[in-house]
């Protein structure tokens, strides 16, 4: 997910890596753990900017995730353990803080979704990803000016 917002030429010939380890959670650990890496991601090219380790801007923005269904015929945002074990439909959203997908994955655990509970459900989706956006930005706000590539 994170590689979808890296500007491979100005990381240069590094590799880095992240490792998310879920110590405790209610569900949504997979959510959870990409909106936290890319705040971690964000971290660790401000260090390497900081030491002039990589030349511009790195990061071609913000990615966040979060999990939706549809739980006793409701659409739920951020399901927690029990939802999602009772959900007739689970999906993750992956989107990028310009608006744009990553990744969207879908399941009918009982009973199939039409294209209406589909949309509903990203609509869901997006309201919680860009809450995500701003509870990073905030984290993240003294060190996103010279890591960001400005639209």
Do not use: H
């Amino acid at each position: 997910s994170l590689r979808a917002v890296i500007e491979a030429k100005a990381l240069g010939p590094r590799t880095i890596w992240i490792d998310c380890d879920v110590l405790q959670a209610d569900g949504g650990t997979r959510c959870a753990a990409i909106t936290g890496a890319c705040v971690a991601l964000a971290l660790a090219l401000a260090k390497l900017r900081a030491k002039n380790q990589v030349g511009g801007p790195v990061l071609r923005g913000l990615v966040s995730a979060t999990s939706v269904g549809i739980v006793g015929g409701l659409a739920c945002l951020d399901l927690s353990y029990v939802e999602d074990s009772q959900a007739d439909v689970d999906m993750n959203v992956v989107r990028t803080d310009g608006g744009r997908f990553v990744e969207v994955q879908g399941t009918a655990e009982k009973n199939p979704f039409s294209l209406e509970e589909m949309q509903r459900l990203i609509e869901l989706a997006v309201i919680g990803t860009d809450r995500l956006f701003e509870a990073q930005r905030a984290v993240l706000q003294e060190i996103l000016p010279p890591i960001l590539r400005k639209p």
